[in-house]
Nanobody
Framework: QVQLVESGGGSVQAGGSLTLSCAASPYIDNEDSMAWFRQAPGKEREAVAGIYTNTGGTHYADSVTGRFTVSREKDKNTLYLNMTNLKTEDTATYYC?????WGRGAFWHRPASYNNWGQGTQVTVSS
């Protein structure tokens, strides 16, 4: 059973930066696709960024392209999300996901494509 634990959330002013971490135990699968999602109150969970754990290839939502960077450090079994130039609309609970359900209908940006989820970490951006 894979466990994911997010950390690094907090409160920041618009224009500021934060780096989120997702610690995976027992390890990051080398043949997986992992992702960061976020969910604001009253809104659906949306994909932010995804990464293939073997190649390091990435995907980004249009709203964060150029501002957020996803990466993984295999030796530390950790996924990161570096967020810069934060905006008030980035305020949400951020979740880490893993255990991609490879196959037809599975897409990096679909929450249903993942088996494992963390508990989330809150990011609040004030103006």
């Amino acid at each position: 059973q894979v466990q994911l634990v997010e950390s690094g959330g907090g409160s920041v002013q618009a224009g500021g930066s934060l780096t989120l971490s997702c610690a995976a135990s027992p390890y990051i699968d080398n043949e997986d696709s992992m992702a960061w999602f976020r969910q604001a109150p009253g809104k659906e969970r949306e994909a932010v960024a995804g990464i293939y754990t073997n190649t390091g290839g990435t995907h980004y939502a249009d709203s964060v392209t150029g501002r957020f960077t996803v990466s993984r450090e295999k030796d530390k079994n950790t996924l990161y999300l570096n967020m810069t130039n934060l905006k008030t609309e980035d305020t949400a609970t951020y979740y880490c996901a893993s255990g991609f359900k490879w196959g037809r209908g599975a897409f990096w940006h679909r929450p249903a494509s993942y088996n494992n989820w963390g508990q989330g970490t809150q990011v609040t951006v004030s103006s």
